[in-house]
């Protein structure tokens, strides 16, 4: 079957536009999960969805950062007034459940570049 | 605190020659740990995890909690073994993976 699939795969934007980034899940899997790879910071965790609620979101960097999921699939990450240091490659990942021994599957990865 | 700690950020060896990507963590409680892989143009995958005590691709790792390791070994390095490897963490009170800055792994020829 299909896996993680993100659009779209590179994004430039001009600094203080709005972007938002899509992922798609592996169908069935009820956990979803965002995170950020960079130079500066590496892999970092912004948010994760059991089903369609995000129960902590302290880790998304500023309050510029939303993330909301749909039908307990779709997912989209919303940067609004993006800066430059913004740009990262924006992973998503999903597993069948919370449990640890469930697997992350990731994405291939949007690449955002701020402008 | 969780932290995950990859002190090398490229590790290069010959083909054939032995490796091991170094891993130490911070983790109050007991650990779940993985290893995870990128090779080029490819997304990020799983490698292994230490709850499974397995061997994939000739790697293999131990958990050494006296020392708060899970260094990544094999005995003979193979060019297709080049790629970016991540050590992680499963984070309690987050469901999260919390990864180590990488290493690079380069098998010469």
């Known amino acids: 079957g299909a896996g993680v699939s993100q659009s779209p795969s590179n994004k430039v934007t001009e600094k203080g536009k709005d972007v938002e980034l899509r992922c798609d899940p592996i169908s069935g899997h009820t956990a979803l999960y965002w995170y950020r790879q960079s130079l500066g910071q590496g892999l970092e965790f912004l948010i994760y969805f059991q089903g369609n609620s995000a129960p902590d979101k302290s880790g998304l960097p500023s309050d510029r950062f939303s993330a909301e999921r749909t039908g307990g699939s779709v997912s989209t990450l919303t940067i609004q007034r993006t800066q430059q240091e913004d740009s990262a490659v924006y992973l998503c990942a999903s597993s069948l459940a919370l449990a640890v021994s469930d697997t992350q599957y990731f994405g291939p990865g949007t690449r955002l570049t701020v402008l | 605190a969780q932290r995950v700690t990859q002190p090398e950020k490229l590790l290069s060896v010959f083909k054939g020659a032995p490796v091991e990507l170094k891993c130490n963590y911070s983790?109050?409680?007991?650990?779940?740990l993985f290893w995870y892989v990128q090779y080029s143009r490819q997304r990020l995958q799983l490698l292994l995890r230490?709850?499974s005590r397995e061997s994939i691709k000739g790697f293999t790792a131990d958990l050494n909690k006296g020392e708060t390791s899970f260094h990544l070994k094999k005995p003979f390095a193979q060019e297709e073994d080049s790629a970016m490897y991540y050590c992680?963490?499963?984070?309690?009170?987050?469901?999260?993976?919390?990864f180590g800055a990488g290493t690079i792994l380069r098998v010469k020829s």
């Open positions: 992680a963490l499963f984070g309690v009170g987050g469901n999260k993976l919390v």
């Open positions: 230490h709850i």
């Open positions: 983790y109050s409680g007991s650990p779940e």
